[in-house]
């Protein structure tokens, strides 16, 4: 056997690595600065500022950006920043000192930045926060069908003969409506291509934050570099993940917070149904008889709901939409539903919005067959079968 | 979806810079009585339907000017963009050095199709720009020369090139009293040519628009810009946006399909009156107000009148009662008759409009024996004011309302045209007798069905 060559480290890969690191970072991050910016920040160079205030800035947004806050002045998001940061427990003061006016501090904004990185998921949070809405998910609510009022109740149409401008004028508005749906479906196919680059944006932010995590560690040793140039302070500045822990004395501020909203909500119940009670008011046996029957009526109606309650065994039924996303199979679920449960709810959807088709179909056919009937003479020719 | 304007003529031109104008402005007023994301949604509906965006952000409108003379349009074109806020595309206007001389067969005839190719390829180009295309609205006077001739020269071709994009002409119906001799034939033969070619004609009535100057807006002097001015008012508060069945930040897509499809599905009935409510001097504003109630009793009696503002109304005009059959066929020659309608759509912008009450608007005796009121009456609605009025409302009708000042011009021209006189401007560059005879009989047609109503 020849010796076994060991493969060295290519000086000029390791001359790569760290640009390609913080490259994928930058593409990962929203508004995120160039490289070379990142690289001016460690030698606390005054034009890399700016630039990092606001990518603090769009990365401590609790809300995705929008116009209105991203217009705001460099001093004002500074500030913001600031207090951001010192809310999370940031706990080094060279930061606070900085000028307001976000000319200086490259250096210390870059460990505030690496700071929350080391923190958690960063990069995948901000990607989940602004990630592009397909209308791939579905809504998990009872409400909705509870509240609906049901199916209307079929018209009576008077018999007659029937005038022949009302055909005109349902033929017009079947050619109008025709019409529209071409436009719409034109509109449809617009947004579709807007959807599609969208996702490709979106995709390429992806592929960034993997690359960004196959990279991480010569990031990190960079880091210690940076750490090292700035001046120390008292409470060293650790890179470790910390969660700060609610003390007992905030949860009993809690719970008094809770206590008087409660009261508040009781005390405007009170005066609600008072108010309704004045106005409502009637007297004499039919409202008595119409007031029970609503009373009986509302208490079926809760008692469905606690039914449905503990059938589900308490088990937390999330309202609004839930996307559908794959897993591994034996993975214990997580906050969602699983596949089946969400088949199970579209297909009884399914089956209401079918009964409902099937009896309009039926009315449009009792209604047609009416006016076939009402025009002798009037020959019918129905549309070629596709 | 966009709508495009093709703003024709001196006319067209002026009137389509103020209703671009009211547009921007409005969905930028600062007190829109709603919060800040319902304001937003509103602002980003309109500015998609009527504008586009350029890369230094100034929106452009959508639209093309076309004119035989430079005058109007360079005017038009500079008071845009003195605004700042929003102006017109550099490369959309179409104009010649010579004017036309009031002629419309020379506008059909002859620079309708000399022109086709370049006036067709901007509204091409401007269509392009559109991600989907709702419609066109076609601005045009019907009595003028190059206006009125060169825009049913238009509307055929775009009924041609895009027959499946809706088309309203916006058609400014001329003073009683005119000036042109021949402004009779002009608006018969325009008329007539809409009719085969436009899903819809807007008819704004100078008469009517002027007398709401002089008495509502208290205006001494009323000039072309203050008659503009309140157009372009009521065209906004028709087709600003509004919501569509989903409710709140929801707005409606396709405004004007919508509109068509509720009033002008039948072929035979094709024109349209709009009425606003209130109507007052921006002075006078801050001292008002109003209810529902209150605005939807004087806007239905204004529609069943024939009313066309809300001061003078006569309250005698009842509509027939239900049950009797209707009171006979309608009379040019009476004076106060009950205004029938084929149907109406009730625009409603401002406070509380959520318990506004349009009951007074279902009564069948309102509509036609064959159209029943589940059929024949919509309506829209927005939390979102409309330019400082707190609650407005307007009414977009397809009704009886302009027979008698089309019998009145179909009558006036038949005179002239019995005698011959002056045929031989338009015989000189192809419109023959025939056409004439043409005209008479579709317009003599539309009169009689909506009479018969």
């Known amino acids: 056997m020849g010796r076994r060559r060991l493969r060295r480290p290519d000086p000029a890969d390791a001359a790569r690595a760290l640009p390609e690191a913080i490259a994928a970072l930058s593409r990962t991050l929203p508004a995120a600065p160039s490289p070379e910016t990142f690289r001016r920040a460690k030698f606390d160079h ?42 999370q427990g940031y706990p080094r003061r060279a930061l606070v000192q900085l000028p307001d006016d976000g000319s200086q501090g490259g250096r210390e904004l870059l460990l505030a930045l690496a700071w929350l990185l080391a923190r958690g998921p960063l990069p995948e949070r901000l990607l989940t926060q602004s990630h592009v809405r397909l209308g791939d998910e579905i809504p998990v609510c009872e409400c909705e069908a509870l509240a609906s009022p049901g199916l209307p109740a079929p018209s009576v149409e008077a018999e007659g003969c029937v005038d022949i401008r009302h055909l005109q004028w349902l033929m017009g508005k079947l050619r109008l409506q025709w019409r529209n749906l071409m436009a719409s479906q034109q509109e449809q196919c617009a947004l579709l291509g807007k959807l599609l680059r969208r996702l490709e944006m979106e995709n390429a932010q992806l ?18 570099t940076v750490l090292d140039a700035c001046s120390p302070e008292a409470s060293p500045l650790t890179f470790l993940p910390r969660i700060p822990e609610p003390g007992p004395g905030a949860a009993r501020l809690l719970a008094r917070e809770l206590q008087t ?99 309009l179909q039926g009315q449009c056919r009792q209604e047609l067959a009416r006016l076939a009937g009402a025009r002798p003479g009037l020959i019918w020719v129905p549309p070629p079968a596709r | 979806m966009s709508i495009v304007t093709v703003q024709l003529g001196q006319c067209g031109n002026q009137i389509g810079f103020e209703v671009f104008d009211a547009l921007f402005n409005d969905s ?66 179409f104009c010649q050095k010579q004017g036309s001389g009031n002629n419309w067969a020379y506008g059909y005839s002859v620079h309708g199709p000399r022109h086709e190719e370049s006036i067709m390829n901007l509204i091409r180009k401007e269509v392009e720009k559109c991600e989907s295309l709702s419609g066109f609205f076609i601005i045009m006077s019907m009595a003028g020369g190059t206006g009125s001739g060169l825009g049913a020269f238009v509307t055929q071709n775009l009924q041609d090139q895009y027959s499946s994009a809706l088309k309203m002409n916006q058609i400014i119906w001329p003073y009683g009293t005119g000036e042109v001799i021949v402004q009779n034939y002009n608006s018969i033969l325009t008329l007539s040519h809409l009719y085969r070619s436009s899903d819809a004609l807007l008819v704004h009535e100078n008469d009517a628009v002027h007398k709401i100057c002089v008495k509502l807006m208290n205006i001494k002097q009323v000039s072309f810009c203050d008659i503009n001015q309140v157009l372009a008012h009521q065209l906004g508060s ?99 008759h009950f205004n029938t ?45 409309f330019r400082k009025y707190e609650k407005s409302a307007a009414l977009v009708s397809n009704s009886q309302s302009l027979v008698k000042p089309l019998d009145m011009i179909v009558g006036k021209a038949w005179n002239m045209f019995a005698s011959r006189a002056y045929l031989h401007q338009y015989t000189k560059f192809g419109i023959e007798e025939e056409d004439f005879l043409d005209s008479f009989t579709l317009l003599e047609q539309v009169i009689a069905s909506y009479c018969n109503l």
């Open chain 1, 207 to 224: 592929e960034a934050a993997l690359e960004w995590r196959h990279r991480e560690l010569i990031f990190w040793q960079w880091m210690d």
């Open chain 2, 28 to 93: 930028h007023c600062s007190r829109g009585l709603c919060s800040k994301r319902e304001n937003e949604a509103y602002q980003a509906s309109c500015k998609e339907r009527f504008f586009s965006e350029e890369e230094n952000g100034v929106p452009v409108a959508r639209a093309v000017l076309v004119d035989m003379e430079p005058k109007v349009i360079n005017q038009t074109l500079s008071k845009a963009a003195c605004s700042g806020r929003w102006k017109y595309g550099q490369h959309s206007c």
């Open chain 1, 46 to 87: 005054p034009e890399a500022a700016p630039a990092l205030w606001r990518l603090l800035f769009r990365v401590l947004s609790p809300l995705p950006a929008d116009g209105a806050s991203a217009s705001l002045a460099l001093e004002a998001q500074a500030r913001w920043v600031k207090s951001a940061l010192r809310s």
């Open chain 2, 238 to 336: 028709v087709f600003q946006p509004t919501y569509s069945g989903e409710g709140l930040f929801h707005y409606r897509r396709n405004p004007l399909g919508d509109l068509m499809e509720n009033l002008v599905p039948h072929p035979e009935f094709k024109m349209l009156g709009v009425r606003n409510i209130p109507q007052m001097s921006e002075n006078s504003l801050a001292y008002s107000t109003f209810t529902w109630a209150g605005l939807l009793k004087h806007l239905r009696q204004m529609l069943i009148s024939n009313a066309k503002m809300e001061e003078g109304i006569d309250w005698q005009v009842r509509p027939p009662l239900s049950g009797l059959p209707p009171l006979g066929k309608m009379s040019v020659n009476k004076e106060t």
């Open chain 1, 261 to 359: 909203l409660q009261e508040e909500l009781r005390e405007a119940a009170e005066a609600r149904r008072a108010a309704w009670q004045a106005v409502v008011g009637g007297h004499g046996p039919e409202w008595r008889a119409a007031r029970r029957a609503l009373q009986t009526a509302v208490a079926q109606d809760l008692a469905a709901l606690q039914r449905a309650w503990e059938q589900d065994e308490g088990r937390a039924r999330p309202h609004g939409p839930r996307r559908l996303v794959r897993t591994e199979a034996k993975v214990p679920g997580g906050p969602g539903l699983w596949a089946a449960e969400a088949t199970e709810a579209l297909r009884a959807r399914e089956a209401c919005l079918e009964a409902v088709l099937r009896q």
């Open chain 2, 341 to 385: 309608s084929i149907a109406n759509l009730v625009i409603l912008r401002g406070k509380d409009v959520q318990s506004a009450d349009v009951g007074a608007f279902k009564d069948p005796a309102l509509y036609t024996s064959w159209l029943e009121p589940v059929h024949a009456f919509s309506v829209w609605k927005t939390q979102r004011a």
